[in-house]
């Protein structure tokens, strides 16, 4: 079955790095179009970042833009999320989705599969 399992979530200080990877397994991952998103405690699930079948193709919600960087490694399966200049605002569960379509989208109802995310939290 379908897979995907997050890992990198940690306790940082503001304006540290975090990296994010998430490892798919079960699925033609070349064909899935990938996303990370998060939720914060008290907040609605936002999307962070989307990227294409190919990695051309990318999109970050403007609280990442300039900060954070989305990739994919077809042969390995996975897509990271790199993460610079941490803040506290950025504290969330990390969750990485994926969809077979190639089109990017931007509302979690429409990816098929979700990981169990992973703890960030950016201390102050």
């Known amino acids: 079955q379908v897979q995907l399992v997050e890992s990198g979530g940690a306790l940082v200080q503001a304006g540290n790095s975090l990296r994010l990877s998430c490892a798919a397994s079960?699925?033609?991952?070349?064909?899935?179009?990938m996303g990370w998103f998060r939720q914060a405690p008290g907040k609605e699930r936002e999307i962070v970042a989307a990227?294409?079948?190919?990695?051309?193709?990318?999109y970050y919600a403007d609280s990442a833009k300039g900060r954070f960087t989305i990739s994919r490694d077809n042969a390995k399966t996975t897509v990271t999320l790199q993460m610079n200049s941490l803040k506290p605002e950025d504290t969330a569960v990390y969750y990485c989705?994926?969809?077979?379509?190639?089109?990017?989208?931007?509302?979690?109802?429409?990816?098929?599969?979700w990981g169990q995310g992973t703890q960030v939290t950016v201390s102050s």
């Open positions: 989705a994926g969809r077979r379509a190639y089109e990017l989208a931007y509302v979690g109802a429409d990816y098929n599969y």
């Open positions: 990227i294409g079948w190919t990695g051309n193709n990318v």
């Open positions: 079960g699925l033609a991952f070349s064909m899935y179009q």
